[in-house]
């Protein structure tokens, strides 16, 4: 690491940090439907909100892994997503679920600020 | 059918032809990313731009057959992914795929622009 | 097509039928899952299996589709879930899903054994 | 922990770290490939691994979250499309994803056998 980054160094190390809090959210989400499922949830919506915010998590964090030069449209779609969820998980008392989504749409938000 | 289709209905049915398009887009451009792999492609970015568009596809495929409430963000992401995938898809001489991309962009701005 | 298919193009036409059929099972059972959520079911067991069924055959499809040396075994597992997954539709009065998943199964099975 | 762990806390103990190898191996495995492609790569078969073991890991962490009765046979899946995909990146000189996909074969091979 240099001492002064360059943007761009500055940008690989931001998605660096944002692959990882999506790749966690992506998991926390998928195991909190699982759970919720398990203990006879009366309601399908938090259920698919999970799988919706579960998947776009793992499709954002693909994208920015392939340094994909399209992936300003999906991490904006990622943001607005766990956004949602997060409002959902505070709903139902999945603290944990959603600081995860919070991570990842405020990273996903930021790096979305950066694209020229 | 009715014949005065109600809006929701109309929507419904926009919506599962739309999924059609996005899943066949989906295995077209993961068949000719690894068609251009075999063939020993010069470049990384059409297999990239690809992979991309493949996964996109299918991630707002499942949106719409979850009927998530929050399709509409990630339908743009992929409207936008797909026009880029066309475009790239043209120049490299893969009709079918520019052709599936374009059916799916269009569909998709179609019903990102139903969304109340 | 010509009349004496040859070993290589038979296993070429059986995978692309059976690509098909794990891509239709991959959709019927994510949207049998969540009609399931949506009507309020009272057990896990049933939505978890679609959720695992839908996700093996679309990876199955995949490596199918990228003509994968290693699918055998991806196969089997596909034939496996799917033949688990027929069962609990068959249970749950989802005649439609049920079929899908041994259809998928079938194929699976059939393409596992032409395997060197 | 309990110091007599039960079997049933044993193999949840080890299905968590299996979970996060094969999270790994489906990271590394997908930035392997897009490196790969990146430096012009003169041949599609580690490519096309890559990308095999980097879908299969991550399907098989996700029955593993989803608690899946039926993981085994994915997981034995997993196991071999893992050893394969060490050998091709022994080959190729990608030493930390050769560890890491060895990391999951040999998880996935423990855990197939404690399935009763």
Redesign the interface.
Same mark, same amino acid.
């Given at each position: 690491m240099s001492q002064h980054p360059s943007a761009e160094s500055l940008l690989s190390s931001q998605m660096a940090d944002c692959?990882q809090d999506c790749?966690t959210s992506h =998991?926390v989400c998928?195991?909190t439907a699982?759970s919720l499922?398990?203990k006879?949830t009366?309601? =399908?919506?938090p259920?698919?909100?999970l799988?919706?915010c579960s998947?776009?998590c793992?499709?954002n =964090? #693909?994208?920015m892994?392939?340094?994909?030069?399209?992936?300003g449209?999906?991490c904006?779609?990622c943001a607005?997503?766990c956004t #949602?969820c997060a409002e959902v998980c505070d709903k139902i008392g999945e603290k944990d679920c959603a600081n995860a989504c919070r991570a990842s749409a405020r990273c996903c938000e930021q790096l979305a600020k950066l694209i020229p």
């Open positions: 692959i790749l =998991a998928l195991e699982m499922l398990q006879g009366t309601s =399908a919506d259920v698919r909100m799988l919706d998947e776009v793992a499709t =964090a #693909h994208f892994m392939r340094n994909s030069p399209v992936y449209s999906v904006q779609a607005q997503v #949602h």
